[in-house]
């Protein structure tokens, strides 16, 4: 307990007083954002404004993490480190991406595919890792068994160990590329993804946590109400350096924003969900609790099936918003950006509450 608190603490204290240092030295290297001409005219008033600031949030949860645990005498676990190992490889993905951007000085970075090898490279080795190192009970920091329903569990080995492990490695991508993605694209206001981060993280600091104190036992008959997890307790602890890291940095996001995540940050707190939500074994809910990261990804989704499928049909693309993802299709029509991010915080926080209440639910009645 004392780990969770000491990691988030000094998680936020670094982000909250290093940000002004890193906002001066983007200025000095000219590392300020670029405006795509076709998105909302209003933002071009941010031209130029410091972007690569997820290298504070890395840096701010990674340190947070390492010193909370060192001041407590706990030694780092294997599932806790692996959540570190994600978030800085997409991190990284994320960094080169930015550069490129801030170089050649327009908004495409990484290529499509480019980005996705990346994104790859990282979710197989994470997959490897995941499925090494047992503790004395033999639980490995993942799990093969895919389950929406606690006594439906689909165990992908099912169909053979090297199959098995090839679903399970296009699984782990599907989640990484999702999740980061998902942030991704909704960090297009001032502070909307990073306040959505906060909420959907806080959630694996609670669900660890409850991990950690409920013993395993059967509360329906003839049904298991719990199921194994790895270092729950330490996943609270890096979940709460994140959360730290994060609003420590929103306070420097926060409209008007005076330096951005990049795609540094949403993709690395995009990964960092994707790899808590796999050592939790809580994929599926992962869903639920990014709720809002999918309605601000579906909705482009949406827009392009819709506006291909219109155009191939009567030669006319229609559009379902005015602007793709949803944040913007508010902004045109004539919405606040600060209220548009405060109502989105406030459904991402219902989601969070819904995917929380569900674990509960499950947890304890295996629903």
Known sequence: MRA???????ALFISLFATPAFIWAFKKLQWGQF???DGPQSHHTKR??????????????????F?????????????????????LGLGLVGFVDDYLKVRNQR?????????IAGQG???????FLAMQFPDENGLTPASTAISLFRDLPIDLFIWGSVIGMGLFVL?????????SNGVNIADGLDGLASGSAIFATLAYVIIGFWQFNQSCQTVVENIASCYSVRDPLDLAVVASAIVGACIGFLWWNTSPAQIFMGDTGSLGLGGGLAALAIVSRTELLLVLIGGLFV?????????????????????VGKRVFLMSPLHHHFELKGWAEITIVVRFWIIAALCVVAGVGLFYVEWNYGI
């Open 35 to 37: 405006i795509r001409d």
């Open 67 to 87: 010193l909370g645990k060192f001041i407590n005498s706990e030694t780092p676990s294997a599932s806790a480190l692996l959540v570190l190992f994600m978030m």
């Open 121 to 127: 490279l990282v979710a197989v080795v994470f997959a």
């Open 107 to 115: 908004s495409l970075g990484l290529g499509g595919w480019a980005k």
């Open 295 to 315: 309605i601000v990804t579906g909705s482009v989704v949406i827009q392009r099936l819709v506006f291909k499928i219109t155009k191939r049909r009567t030669g």
């Open 48 to 65: 130029g404004t410091p972007t690569m600031g997820g290298i504070v949030i890395l840096a701010a949860a990674t340190i947070g993490y």
């Open 171 to 179: 699984w782990v991508y599907l989640l990484v590329a999702s999740a």
């Open 4 to 10: 969770l608190l000491s990691a988030g603490g000094i």
